[in-house]
């Protein structure tokens, strides 16, 4: 008979709508409002968003800046950088391309600050500029030094017979060539359930797997949970099963050797997407030469049993 377990940090409150826990991508479904930022939130925001995001907000401040500045040296006197040509869009171009170059420090010598105040300012724009761009690489590299784990994981989840009983598996695989050390995984159910006074809680049970633990992973790993005796999806069929509001919460660890420490993942699974009777297409296979191959493309590909 499973055994329920103590909360593993999600609450024991839920609702008959809630929706899963975690992401696909691994982030935690939580809405936050009336939560004040901070400076150290902003850089962990940017150091985790993606690369085309990333660079659209540098770009974005980049522009931004120079307009700022471009707007004071066109309303303050053009004359102060280079003659004026009588089209206050063409003096403002000029003075966006001045700014350009005192931000970046570039400096090609076709304009130059002439009076105290324009010099004052154009010295203060090149300092901003050298802060900006430190800034810049130091984010880059936090980007490129932060550790984070490689893991893929099958968009599929199955209900299969496997040695004599029925066994709910998924798959995972590095995305890169490195090889995961000591990989380890653990998995609790989540289960929404209406309880006392028709209040909705979330039941928690741990999943045993075949095995929770391997030396290495080269290739890929299927992850087993036989429907056995202490299942808790022992009490339900098939049907039932599939019907439930649960969720499977994964939490992957392995040693990586490129950040010369442990790192973690964590991922889930919806009860809804199980499909039945499929059985994982071999992801890997030895060529003419006896070279084993891992096809990347074929960790989500499923056939009928």
Not at 44 to 62: D, E, H, K, M, P
Not at 189 to 195: F, M, N, P, R
């Amino acid at each position: 008979m499973a055994k329920e377990i103590k909360d593993p940090g999600i609450g024991k409150s839920s609702s008959r709508y809630a929706k899963r826990f975690v992401n696909p991508d691994g982030s935690f479904n939580i809405k936050h409002i009336n939560r004040t930022s901070s400076l150290s939130e902003n850089y962990n925001y940017l150091i985790t968003i993606g690369w085309s995001r990333f660079f659209l907000w540098v770009v974005l401040a980049y522009v931004l800046v120079n307009i700022l500045f471009a707007t004071f040296y066109t309303v303050f006197g053009i004359n102060c950088i280079t003659e004026s040509t009588g089209n206050v869009f063409q003096d403002f171009i000029n003075a966006f391309f001045f700014s350009a170059q005192t931000i970046t420090t570039v400096g090609y010598g076709a304009m130059a600050p002439k009076g105290t105040v324009c010099g004052i300012v154009s010295s203060f724009e090149a300092l901003v500029g050298l802060v900006s761009f430190s800034f810049v690489t130091g984010l880059i590299y936090g980007r490129f030094s932060r550790p984070r784990a490689n893991i893929r994981f099958s968009n599929n989840i199955i209900l299969r017979e496997h040695n004599g009983v029925d066994c709910i598996m998924f798959r995972l695989m590095s995305r890169s060539a490195n090889v995961m050390i000591g990989p380890k995984i653990v998995a609790t159910l989540s289960v929404s359930q209406e309880g006392e006074n028709k209040k909705f809680v979330n039941n928690f049970y741990n999943l045993e797997l075949e095995r929770d633990t391997i030396t290495y992973l080269p290739t890929t790993w299927t992850i087993v949970h036989p429907i056995n005796e202490s299942s808790p999806f022992k009490k339900y069929d098939r049907k039932q099963l599939k019907k439930l509001n649960g969720e499977i919460l994964i939490l992957v660890s392995y040693y990586d050797e490129s950040f010369q420490q442990e790192v973690h993942q964590v991922h889930s699974f919806v009860l809804e997407e199980i499909k039945l009777d499929r059985r994982f297409v071999s992801a890997f296979y030895y060529d003419d030469r006896g070279n084993v191959v891992l096809d990347h493309d074929n960790l989500d590909k499923t056939i009928e049993v």
